[in-house]
């Protein structure tokens, strides 16, 4: 019976571990490319983590669109 206990508190820790690997290169990814971080977290939900991914990899990225107020002197052709 005791050993039932350390292996789900060893577990735990496991898991725990494996978010703090997981979720912060996935947040620094995220808001550089201009989405919310909190979208890191659905890298721990099976098949939603996919979805995501495919989504951020196909979407126009709110970082490389130029602000508002700026021009683009590379389209200009001068």
């Given at each position: ?6 292996w ?6 496991f898991?725990?571990l ?29 098949l ?6 495919y ?24």
């Amino acid at each position: 019976m005791m050993h039932d206990t350390m292996w789900f508190g060893g577990h735990w820790l496991f898991m725990l571990l494996w978010v703090a690997i997981i979720l912060p290169p996935f947040w620094q990814i995220f808001s550089k490319a201009g989405f919310s971080g909190w979208l890191s977290l659905l890298m721990l939900i099976p098949l939603a983590n996919l979805v995501v991914l495919y989504i951020v990899a196909f979407a126009e990225w709110p970082a490389s669109k130029p602000a508002a107020g700026q021009h683009d002197d590379s389209a200009r052709g001068d």
